[in-house]
């Protein structure tokens, strides 16, 4: 098995969560071992971190991708364009530490992606990174509930027209499902079908909706990859487990279309965004318990944290046409995910049975304890 690693080393600051000497001597049985395929590292400011750990990367011949949010987490930078959403309101926002606050930016602005290239261009071009590993790729998710979904500025409601939509009809739809209880309902919200385009949802307008949100993410981020292949960067992307990715604006078989490897985050224990449990969960409050229920039936139960639904997955991420490298919880954040070496071994015993010879101990080198790198060789 090969692994890739990521690190977060905090947001936009000039200092380092993380330490390039302790990252190293976690890294170095791996690469001893023959196993380090890669590392992903982002998206501080300090440039002494990255300095310091490619230098000794580079030596061992392993690749360093700077780990880059896109659509989310430029905490304390004034130059992003926020989404607006159905209601009007600030969205809601699951807030993981200061560092991640999950904030969005409007993906139709083209100033939100010029400020990413430039960001890159001005302070981490000078590394000489091999790639980018991007992000924040994405809406918010039902985390935020229906009326948080997608953005109705001036620019994205022309964009809604131009796609065939009524963004009035659609705004409405979106407030009625989310202010009534699904008891309340006439017509629940149902998911009638899943492929590997999305799933389809029995209101039309919804269901136009959805996909036309997937439709604006590959967009500007199709653009963004090209821009970053232009400059020599090979580019990777941090993706939903595939199923609950839709409702974020995620479709894995187009967005692997320009990218070179995806990561899908097939996290079965974290109750936090992109953890399936807490994913589900807030499929079940955003669109009620009928959808939360077809989902289940399609991908299987919550018993034995989700391990169906993983199976599942891994076997429609083969459908994808880039490298896939599935992504697991190696580490431990208290009141988030406590992970044991008999969970990371059963992972990668599910993932070795779908044939991936690459994947992703997720989510913080920084935070994974011994034991559990132990596990891994």
């Known amino acids: 098995m090969q692994y890739v690693f990521q690190c977060f080393t905090g947001d936009l600051s000039e200092v380092s969560l993380a330490d390039a000497g302790i990252l190293l001597s976690k890294l170095k049985p791996f690469h001893e071992a023959g196993q380090l395929k890669a590392v992903m590292a982002g998206w501080s400011l300090d440039l002494d971190f990255y300095r310091s750990l490619k230098e000794t990367l580079d030596q061992w011949g392993v690749p360093l991708y700077l780990k880059l ?36 930016r409007c993906p139709t602005s083209e100033h939100n992606l010029e400020e990413v290239l430039s960001l890159y261009d001005r302070h981490f071009a000078e590394i000489g990174f091999s790639g980018v590993f991007l992000d924040r790729i994405r809406y ?20 809604y027209r131009r796609k065939g939509l009524d963004p009035d009809k659609v705004r409405e739809k979106l407030l009625h499902y989310a202010s009534c209880p699904e008891p309340e309902l006439q017509q629940p919200l149902r998911l009638l079908e899943y492929t590997n385009d999305g799933w389809r949802v029995n209101d039309p307008e919804l269901d136009a909706f959805f996909r036309v949100r997937c439709e604006i993410i590959e967009e500007s981020l199709g653009r963004l990859i090209d821009a970053f292949h232009e400059r020599g960067l090979k580019v990777g992307l941090d993706l939903f487990a595939p199923s609950l990715g839709y409702f974020a604006g995620q479709r894995f078989r187009y967005l692997g279309k320009k990218a070179d490897f995806v990561k899908p985050m097939l996290y079965r224990y974290t109750d936090a965004p992109a953890g399936i449990p807490f994913e589900v969960d807030a499929l079940r409050d955003a669109l009620g318990e009928s959808a939360a229920e077809d989902c289940l039936s399609v991908f299987g139960t919550e018993a034995e944290h989700y391990r169906k639904l993983v199976e599942q997955e891994l076997t429609n991420l083969r459908s994808c046409s880039c490298d896939v490298y599935p992504g697991f919880e190696a580490n431990t954040v208290p009141g988030v995910v406590t992970m044991s070496p008999e969970r990371v071994k059963d992972m990668l015993n599910l993932i070795q049975k779908s044939s991936f010879d690459t994947v992703v101990p997720s989510w913080n080198l920084a935070m994974m304890p011994k034991e559990n790198l132990i596990e891994l060789h």
């Open 69 to 104: 949010a896109v659509f989310s987490e430029w905490n304390g930078y004034e130059g992003f364009e926020k989404t607006v959403p159905a209601d009007g309101r600030e969205v809601s926002t699951h807030v993981l530490s200061s560092e991640e606050t999950f904030e969005f």
């Open 140 to 159: 918010s998710s039902l985390t935020s509930g229906l009326a948080g979904m997608g953005c109705f500025c001036d620019r994205c409601q022309r964009i």
